[in-house]
């Protein structure tokens, strides 16, 4: 599974850790990021740039953007390991890592746009928003109809 950190991601980390920018300015997240689900021709790690657009061969198609059917950008607390949040990271084989609550997409309809590739984390909650961080591809294609459910349990780890 590939796992990319886009240049948007890159803009957060340098920004938060140099910058000491205020929440919600040049890339820094405010209290909550979003995990979201979508496709990109390639997968995640063909484009370093990525925008998110309709056309997979262009950019990061997000699912539901024409039509949700119960898809929403799923909300992960950045409250360093209070309720709903990423807790803070640990040593595993020599790099720090750390797994964000699991988060759980339910499908009341068949969404338009369709067939995620991959999933995402991303600065807010606006569908097909430009604000990317960072995402992997999933084990293989899903295509979601009434009475889906998906669950992401996302583990970041900095090699």
């Not at 309709?54 to 799923?74: C, M, N």
């Not at 709903?84 to 338009?112: E, Y």
């Not at 961080?133 to 109809?145: E, P, Q, V």
Request: glycine share 14%; with cysteine; proline share 3%.
């Amino acid at each position: 599974m590939a796992y990319i950190l886009w240049n948007k991601g890159e803009q957060s980390l340098v920004n938060t850790w140099l910058g000491n920018f205020s929440a919600g300015v040049n890339g820094v997240p405010s209290s909550s990021v979003y995990v979201g689900m979508g496709s990109k021709s390639g997968g995640v790690g063909s484009d370093k740039t990525i925008g998110n657009g309709t056309s997979q061969s262009t950019s990061l198609a997000e699912i539901g953007q024409s039509s949700a059917a119960g898809y929403a950008r799923q909300a992960v607390n950045r409250n360093a390991g209070g309720a709903g949040g990423w807790p803070a990271s640990s040593l595993s084989s020599g790099s720090h890592q750390t797994t964000a609550p699991q988060v759980t997409f339910t499908f009341t309809g068949t969404p338009n746009l369709n067939g995620a590739t991959l999933w995402f984390v991303a600065l807010s909650g606006t569908i097909a928003t430009d604000d990317c961080l960072f995402g992997a591809d999933l084990a293989a294609t899903r295509n979601f109809s009434n009475g889906d459910t998906e669950r992401i349990t996302i583990t970041y780890r900095q090699t």
